[in-house]
C-alpha cells in the first residue's frame, strides 16, 4: 500500500503524528508514505496541497490512498472531490471511515485537526486503512459517481 498524505498549515501537526504512527503502528516504511507538504507552520492553501496530493494517488494507480489533513477536514474534501477519479471523505468517526472504503470505495480521507484529537484522527486512519471495498452493488453506484454506465 502507498500512502500521499498532505496538509495545510492548520493541519501540519497532526499529518507529523499521523506519519508516525503509520510507521510505528502501521508497519509501514518511509517508502510507503509519501509527505505530499506543506513542511511548515506557514499559511498556505488547501487546495494547492490537496490538488498535488490527490494527482500523485491518481498517479500511482489502484494500491494508492491519500490522506489529507486541514482544521474541519472539510475544505480539504471540497477541493479533493473536484478532481476526477478522487472519492474523499471528511469524517470524524471510525463508522464512517470503514463504511466509505467498503460501500464509496474512497481514496481520500480528510480528517479535521482542528475537531478531533490523535488518538481518534489514528483510530480513524486505521479503519480507513484497513478496510477494502467491497465490490458486489456497490460497483455500479460507485461507476455512476464518474459518470459512468455500470
Ligand atoms: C485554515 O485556517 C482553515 O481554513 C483550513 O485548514 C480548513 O479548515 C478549511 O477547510
Redesign the pocket.
Known amino acids: 500500500m502507498k500512502i500521499f498524505i498532505g496538509s495545510?498549515?492548520?493541519?501540519f501537526r497532526l499529518k507529523n503524528e499521523l506519519i508516525k504512527s503509520l510507521q510505528q503502528n502501521n508497519g509501514l516504511h518511509t517508502a510507503d508514505i509519501t509527505n505530499c507538504g506543506c513542511f511548515s507552520e506557514d499559511s498556505c492553501d488547501?487546495p494547492d496541497i490537496a490538488r498535488e496530493t490527490c494527482l500523485k494517488v491518481l498517479d500511482f494507480g489502484d494500491d494508492a490512498l491519500g490522506v489529507l489533513v486541514?482544521?474541519?477536514?472539510?475544505?480539504?474534501s471540497?477541493a479533493a472531490n473536484k478532481i476526477r477519479g478522487i472519492r474523499a471523505t471528511a469524517t470524524e468517526n471510525t463508522y464512517t471511515a470503514r463504511m466509505t472504503r467498503l460501500h464509496n470505495n474512497a481514496n481520500v480521507l480528510c480528517i479535521?485537526a482542528?475537531v478531533v484529537g490523535v488518538g481518534l484522527a489514528e483510530d480513524i486512519l486505521k479503519a480507513f486503512l484497513s478496510t477494502q471495498f467491497e465490490g458486489g452493488r456497490h460497483s455500479a453506484r460507485v461507476a455512476k459517481l464518474e459518470g459512468a454506465d455500470a
Open positions: 495545510d498549515h492548520a493541519g488547501y486541514c482544521g474541519t477536514g472539510a475544505g480539504m471540497i479535521g482542528r
